[in-house]
T-cell receptor
Framework: GAVVSQHPSWVICKSGTSVKIECRSL??????MFWYRQFPKQSLMLMAT?????????EQGVEKDKFLINHASLTLSTLTVTSAHPEDSSFYIC??????????????FGPGTRLTVL | DAKTTQPPSMDCAEGRAANLPCNHSTISGNEYVYWYRQIHSQGPQYIIHGLKNNETNEMASLIITEDRKSSTLILPHATLRDTAVYYC????????????FGKGTRLSVIA
């Protein structure tokens, strides 16, 4: 149980284009999901908190107009990188919190999406 | 900022127990200790969490000191597949506070 999927697992795009990454909680409902970014040899950095049915909360320094987050259902959140540039190339990881008492509000992570912008 | 301190790297012989330490001297009374690991190019994997009692599951054991200022994650019989970066994180159980990652410990299991 407690599986989080991401799609695509990797994507290569041209500079200036937009890329959408999907994050799904497969066997539980998640009112809250999180998006992280990880550059090579660095730790995960929280980008934003995605709340079902409301606006996302972005961390300081993360441009909300560039990284569009939509959390339209209890099992799906999407991150769209708009007008991507080479410096946006990174490993994007989503996470969802299973708030059932059995799982103790544990946060589970997707497998990640590697974005390369040429 | 992460509220934990971990050694940057450790080695462990295959088949031996791997003991990964973590200091969290400023932990609050309602904060739990969580352990995750990240194998190269994958998303973090949940391992275990605890409040003050020792915990054990199929993956590992978590030993928390009585004053809760430090803990140790134990992999009883490390295999090559346990090579990963291990993160110790403190967080309250309830609410929507996200996990904040420090630099973790890079564990290398050696044949």
């Amino acid at each position: 149980g407690a599986v989080v999927s991401q799609h695509p697992s990797w994507v290569i795009c041209k500079s200036g284009t937009s890329v959408k990454i999907e994050c799904r909680s497969l066997d539980f409902q998640a009112t809250t999901m999180f998006w992280y970014r990880q550059f090579p040899k660095q730790s995960l950095m929280l980008m934003a908190t995605s709340n079902e049915g409301s606006k996302a909360t972005y961390e300081q320094g993360v441009e909300k107009d560039k990284f569009l987050i939509n959390h339209a259902s209890l099992t799906l959140s999407t991150l769209t990188v708009t007008s991507a540039h080479p410096e946006d190339s990174s490993f994007y990881i989503c996470s969802a919190r299973d708030q059932t008492s059995a799982k103790g509000n544990t946060q589970y992570f997707g497998p990640g999406t590697r974005l390369t912008v040429l | 900022d992460a509220k934990t301190t971990q050694p940057p790297s450790m080695d462990c012989a295959e088949g031996r127990a791997a003991n990964l330490p973590c200091n969290h001297s400023t932990i609050s009374g309602n904060e739990y200790v969580y352990w995750y690991r990240q194998i190269h190019s994958q998303g973090p994997q949940y391992i275990i969490h605890g409040l003050k009692n020792n915990e054990t599951n199929e993956m590992a054991s978590l030993i928390i000191t009585e004053d809760r200022k430090s803990s140790t994650l134990i992999l009883p019989h490390a295999t090559l597949r346990d090579t990963a970066v291990y993160y110790c994180i403190v967080r309250v159980l309830s609410g929507n506070t996200p996990l904040v990652f420090g630099k973790g410990t890079r564990l290398s299991v050696i044949a």
